[in-house]
Structure formats: structure tokens, C-alpha cells
């Protein structure tokens, strides 16, 4: 097997199938691991932890005493050097991945017929086949004055040692809205621009709300409804123009909109697959062609690193034929925005279930309404909203938002995976006093 990107998904199909016997190469031009390990969830979940520790230590006043905090963004950034070792060297992921029996090539990946790819000055062919898992890159608009300037993509707002004094943030996705809450946090003026008329459009609207709201508690600003037409940057200030005629100004620009397949010049008409495509389209075993798999974020099912696992777990068993090798079923995927609170959701929000044509219903508790939420008190916004196929009567998706929206999904996650049916939902015991206890009276409200 050839494996073309070796971040997560990339990295776990060929060491899985190494371990299974295959000769396997492995190409890769960036970091081995991918982008999870060095620039995204894991250094940007440490810079949340950081962050939200600031914001319990100033819960403490009113239930536990008085307490005062010194922001410090020193610790963060060493820890965050230490994890990536220091100049984001994947040497250890190298060799991991050579320990379980593949070879790595560090170089670019361009695939030149049905079974063949060139890295370097060098050729392979595959006897079994070919994965294809480059992930993405930050999308970038082609805003006027934009190119050439020295903006941030999550990249460098992962490696900076010294915080701003002020930062504009295009997009309000869960890129854009973590990272602002984290700089905000630790006294970084925070300037928001969002297209759409709220955050978060992708999941349900109160989710937006509440997140939104719970950034401007914490000082940031939001300029919603309009779009960037140009950038400036003159004595070390970024000047971004709207739409609106509204214009703001900062002394760092992150670039959070999104993020595009890294499948540039691959070579995919070669194996008979649209270059141009915004996607790699996959059948339910993720074979993308005769004898060509794609798993991760280049599938366009979702950037995240549980459904790069998910779907190399799938191709894995698939290339080995195992006889109850699993298809890939998307229905129940789930995805967490780690701000804080945290919003949790899995499966289809309202509108998607009523733009899929079903018979919905709602159902939906206010967190600081459950014993638990009244007893936390300070930081205890959110709320869970079930949504339901009333012909079914099963959840077809459900949001948890909350300051263990996360952790408290897992439930509603198999719930609507198992297409548990409501009834049965409705007789569990919910532990008591417990966040989670709250999915039972938004099953009520049904």
C-alpha cells in the first residue's frame, strides 16, 4: 500500500496495516501526525484549559472568597513548545510509525497512474492500492491588500510567544470564536467579523447566542452581518474594510475562515478523481476510485480528527477484507466547539431535519434550570435541545451546551446513533445531581 499525507487518519492506516503484514510507504511533506497535534485541537485545547482557569479563579468572588489572577502567557507557550518538541519536529511520530514497519518518505507526493506515485526522485507501485489522506489548509478569501501581509492562520496563532494588544478575527466558526475567547482571556482586545447574522451558523441558533454572548462577557466585540473588502496594514496595524462601510482596526489578523482540501497538484485525474473538486467523494466502504481510498478532511464529511480515525478504521478493515469489515455511516457524527461554555451536538440541527423533510419536533431545558446548574451558579449557561423524528420517534440530533457540553453529549451521541427510540429514553435513570440529568427534562418537553 501507498498512503499519500500521514496526518492522523493518514498516520493510524499506515501503521494498522504495517502491523497487518502489508509493505507500506508512507508520503508525507509536512508534519508527520498532522495538523491535530501541533496547530490544532491539541495546543489550542491547552490554550483553552489556560484560559479557563483564568475565568474560574475570577468565579471564586461571591462563592468561595475573593481571589485575584495575573495573566501570564508565558507558561502557555512553553507548554505548548514542549508538546510539539519544541520546534515542531515530528521525529517521534517517524518513528512510531516506522517501529510498527512502514517507511516514510518526507518529501511531496504527486500520483502518476492507476497504482503509481512519485515522491522526490523516486517511484512506487502499489500492489494493493492507494489511500489518499492530505487533509486541508486554511482557506484563504481573496480580500484586496490581503496577500502579502503578515496575517495569522491557526498556525501562528498556536506558535505566538507574545500576545498583542489587539486582534481582528475573520470568521466566527469554532476556530475563530475558541481562539478569540482564549486570547480575550488574557487581555488581548478582540474584534470579531463574522459574514453571517450570527456565530456558529452551522449548528442550531441559540447555540450562536449563547456563545456569542459569553465572549462579549469576557470584552470581545462582534461585528456581524458583513464581510471584509480590504485589508490594510500600515505601522504594524492591520485596517480591515467591510461591506457595511464599517471598518476596525488591530494590531494582528487572524484569518479563520475555513479550511480547503490540500489535494493541489496530487495528480487525482490520474486515478480518474476531479482535481478541481471541493471534495473526494467516497462510497460507504470510503473507496474513492478501483483500488483508491480517501479518509480525513479531504472527504469534505467533516474536519475533525474522530471521523479521520473513524474513516481509517474503515478503510483499514476494508483493504485487509475482513469479512465484517463496517461501512461508514454518518448520520450521528459528532462535534464539540471547545469554548466556554462548551457546545456539544450530534447529528442534524433543526433546520436540517426540517429541510430533510421530516416530521419534527423539539424539546429543550435551560441548564441553570437543573439542580445541578443552579448549583454550580457562576459559569453555568447553556441548555440541552433534543430534536426528534416524530414519525420515527427516535432523535435524529440533539445539542448540549453547558460547561461539560462535551462530556455530557456522549449520551445524546448514542442515543442518536443507536436510534434509541425516545420511549426508552424516556425511562432511563439519570444520575443524580448531575448535568447530564438535564437530558431528561428536555425528553419531556418533547
Not at 204 to 216: K, M, N, Y
Not at 338 to 353: H, K
Request: charged share 20%.
Amino acid at each position: 500500500m501507498i498512503v499519500v499525507g500521514l496526518g492522523v487518519g493518514g498516520e493510524e492506516t499506515a501503521g494498522r496495516l504495517a502491523q497487518a503484514g502489508l509493505r507500506v510507504v508512507g508520503i508525507e511533506s509536512r508534519l508527520v501526525g498532522g495538523e491535530c497535534p501541533y496547530y490544532g485541537c491539541i495546543p489550542s485545547k491547552m490554550m483553552i484549559r489556560a484560559a479557563n482557569l483564568i475565568a474560574e479563579t475570577r468565579r471564586v468572588d461571591g462563592m468561595a472568597g475573593t481571589a485575584t489572577v495575573q495573566p501570564d502567557w508565558t507558561p502557555v507557550a512553553k507548554r505548548i513548545r514542549e508538546e510539539a518538541t519544541d520546534t515542531w519536529n515530528d521525529q517521534v511520530a517517524i518513528d512510531r510509525l516506522v517501529s510498527k514497519g512502514a517507511t516514510v518518505i518526507k518529501d511531496r507526493a504527486t500520483i502518476t497512474g492507476p497504482s503509481t506515485v512519485k515522491a522526490g526522485d523516486r517511484e512506487f507501485e502499489a500492489a494493493r492500492g492507494i489511500v489518499i489522506a492530505t487533509g486541508t489548509v486554511p482557506s484563504v478569501p481573496p480580500i484586496e491588500g490581503l496577500a502579502g501581509t503578515p496575517y495569522w492562520t491557526n498556525r501562528e496563532a498556536i506558535e505566538v510567544e507574545v500576545l498583542p494588544a489587539s486582534l481582528l478575527v475573520l470568521g466566527g466558526g469554532a476556530i475563530g470564536m475558541e481562539l478569540a475567547q482564549v486570547f480575550a482571556r488574557f487581555g488581548v482586545k478582540v474584534t470579531v467579523v463574522e459574514g453571517a447574522d450570527e456565530v456558529l451558523s452551522m449548528e442550531e441558533p441559540e447555540s450562536g447566542v449563547l456563545a456569542r454572548e459569553a465572549l462579549q462577557r469576557d470584552g470581545v466585540t462582534f461585528l456581524l452581518g458583513a464581510h471584509a473588502t480590504q485589508v490594510g496594514y500600515a505601522g504594524d496595524n492591520f485596517t480591515v474594510t467591510l461591506d457595511n462601510g464599517a471598518s476596525a482596526t488591530a494590531e494582528k489578523l487572524l484569518v479563520a475562515t475555513g479550511r480547503r482540501i490540500a489535494t493541489a497538484d496530487l495528480g487525482l485525474e490520474k486515478v480518474g478523481l476531479d482535481p478541481k473538486a471541493r471534495r473526494i467523494e467516497v462510497d460507504e466502504h470510503v473507496r474513492a476510485a478501483d483500488r483508491v481510498w480517501a479518509i480525513g478532511d479531504v472527504t469534505g464529511v467533516g474536519v475533525f480528527t474522530h471521523n479521520a480515525m473513524y474513516q481509517a478504521d474503515i478503510a483499514v478493515r476494508d483493504i485487509l477484507q475482513e469479512p465484517d469489515a463496517p461501512t461508514a455511516n454518518y448520520h450521528a457524527m459528532p462535534r464539540v466547539t471547545f469554548t466556554d461554555p462548551e457546545i456539544g451536538a450530534v447529528g442534524m440541527t433543526e433546520q436540517q431535519a426540517r429541510d430533510a423533510g421530516l416530521n419534527v419536533r423539539t424539546g429543550s431545558t435551560p441548564i441553570p434550570a437543573s439542580t445541578r446548574g443552579w448549583i454550580h451558579k457562576a459559569g453555568n449557561e447553556g441548555f440541552i435541545k433534543v430534536v426528534m423524528d416524530a414519525d420515527r420517534k427516535v432523535l435524529v440530533g440533539a445539542t448540549s451546551a453547558g460547561p461539560t457540553g462535551g462530556e455530557v453529549l456522549s449520551a445524546l451521541a448514542v442515543a442518536v446513533h443507536a436510534a434509541v427510540p425516545v420511549h426508552t429514553l424516556r425511562q432511563m435513570i439519570f444520575a443524580y445531581p448531575t448535568f447530564h440529568r438535564a437530558i431528561g427534562e428536555a425528553l419531556k418537553a418533547l
